[in-house]
């Protein structure tokens, strides 16, 4: 899903490291938002990407959370900024949108091991915590950070929730999907990752282009001699372990290697689950098949997210002689956006359309569009802000969510669900949890174009069924009643631990 994105007017201030700890009075107290003197509760959201950078379905429900839970805490949000990752400082605080906001500037590690446990991103969570002095650390995603976060959270006896978005604390490419894009039953055995090449390509691709510029380093041309040494130690230090670190190739390890690889993700990566006090699950297929590889049912529980109403207060459709189907989200194979247009390209039919709306990689989108041959009646739109969530939703008559993966519950059905815009999406995980076949939407098997197409075509030549779907009662949870339940279980971990907070 895409939100607030890197053109919208959002105010982002620098903030100096003095002004970034709580304000406190001349009593050694915080000052809270009415001046009370009373204490704050303090509040870390970690989160893999954050906007405006990341516009996408976690960033957009951390953010909207933390705005909601700020107006009785104090909130944080740490996380990873990819772009200008070769910046002076390894982090830098900023006041976005009036979240205080810690961003590490760095790209994906080049070694396997470093891509769940990184001992840079620690060493910044601990001084942080030594200044922001949390009552709670609310995790979100660890993804690109490093899960031996978790380990120092319980080793300071700060009690510790975690949310799972997605698969990445089973599967290193997040998703459990096979080496031809088929859903992946999930981690049965390390043989059985080892040969899935989707976990090992990236690391590959990203050696062969660390090697380069390692190289260009340690034997840099004349000119650049002189400017290697004005560069700040830390820069050097980092570039160093960037890309001279050495690893065998990826493309030489052997399948025991990989196998034994991800064995020792799979442990380290279990054992940090036990450190967390609650872990929540936004579906119940998301619980079980944590539950299947050995989570405790009584330490995992469902709790589903909520979405902020407002947006979509005032929703109406702008009247259209066409019938138009709608995609909201990232232009990937992933999402389903090849099943997507193989089965719209089997409707022969003029009063048809289907709008496309989030961003896109141009070199993809025209590959994708000289393949499969789109015709004019295929619009794609591009990033747009989540803020204008009502005018994207006026030019749709039916919501296609077709990821070919679990998916967990995607913040576009949610949306969809409360403009009372029939969905049609895949019959698998979180999306077959918020669509009532045939009472709000329609499902269709996953990654089949034929059976999408036919149901697309069935609510075109039944208008009836159309307005069925469209009028049928549903209920989609408030941010404002999620973050209640939030601050609940946030009470209930405070008394557990005897902070005076609880």
């Known amino acids: 899903m895409c939100g607030i994105n890197s053109t919208t007017e959002v105010p982002i201030h620098p903030v100096p490291k003095v002004r970034f700890l709580q304000e406190m009075d001349s009593s050694g107290q915080e000052k809270s938002s009415e001046g009370s003197g009373t204490k704050m509760r303090r509040i870390v959201q970690v989160v893999h990407d954050f906007l405006p950078g990341y516009p996408h379905g976690t960033e957009n429900y951390t953010y909207h959370l933390s705005k909601e839970l700020q107006k009785i805490s104090k909130v944080y949000i740490f996380c990873r900024e990819r772009k200008d990752s070769f ?261 022969k039919r003029d009063n048809a359309s289907l709008s496309i709306f989030g961003p896109y990689d141009q070199s993809y989108l025209s590959k994708l569009r000289r393949e499969l041959k789109t015709d004019s009646r295929v619009t794609f739109y591009g990033l747009f802000d989540n803020r204008e969530i009502s005018s994207v939703f006026s030019k749709i008559d039916v919501l296609v969510f077709p990821s070919i993966w679990y998916e967990n519950q995607p913040i576009a059905i949610l949306e969809a669900l409360l403009a009372k815009i029939p969905i049609i999406t895949s019959n698998m995980g979180g999306m077959a949890e918020l669509v009532q076949d045939r009472v709000t939407g329609l499902l269709f098997e996953l990654g089949n174009p034929e059976d999408l197409s036919e149901k697309m075509v069935s609510l075109i030549d039944n208008p009836q069924l159309l307005r069925k779907l469209s009028e049928a009662p549903r209920q989609v949870k408030t941010i404002e009643k999620n973050a209640q339940e939030l601050n609940e279980i946030y009470d209930s971990l405070l008394e557990k631990s005897g902070d005076p907070l609880g």
């Open 87 to 347: 910046r002076k400082d390894f982090s830098k605080d900023e006041l976005f949108d009036g979240l205080l906001v810690r961003r590490l500037y760095f790209n994906l590690p080049l070694i396997f091991d470093a891509s769940y446990r990184n001992s840079f991103v620690d060493e910044e969570f601990e001084r942080f915590l030594d200044e922001i002095k949390p009552d709670i650390v609310h995790f979100q995603h660890l993804m690109g950070l490093s899960a031996s976060m978790l380990q120092i959270v319980k080793q300071r006896r700060i009690p510790a929730i975690l949310t799972l978005h997605d698969f990445w604390f089973l599967c290193p490419q997040v998703q459990l999907l096979t080496n031809d894009n088929q859903v992946c039953s999930g981690p049965d055995s390390k043989d059985k990752c080892a040969n899935c090449e989707k976990i090992f390509y990236i690391y590959g691709k990203l050696q062969s282009f660390h090697g380069r510029i390692g190289k260009f380093l340690k034997y840099p041309p004349e000119p650049l001699k002189t400017a290697k040494k004005l560069l700040p130690w830390k820069m050097k230090t980092t570039l160093k372990e960037k890309f001279l670190k050495t690893q065998p190739p990826i493309s030489s390890i052997s399948l025991n290697m990989r196998a034994n690889m991800i064995a020792k993700r799979s442990s380290f990566l279990r054992d940090m689950l036990d450190k967390v006090d609650v872990i929540l699950a936004p579906s119940r297929f998301l619980r079980e098949k944590f539950i299947h590889y050995g989570i405790a049912k009584d330490r995992i529980f469902h709790l589903g997210h909520g979405i902020d109403h407002r947006p979509l207060a005032n929703f109406s459709k702008e009247p259209s002689n066409k019938f138009r189907f709608g995609f909201l989200g990232g232009v990937s194979e992933h999402k389903g956006i090849r099943v997507l247009i193989r089965a719209f390209n089997k409707i």
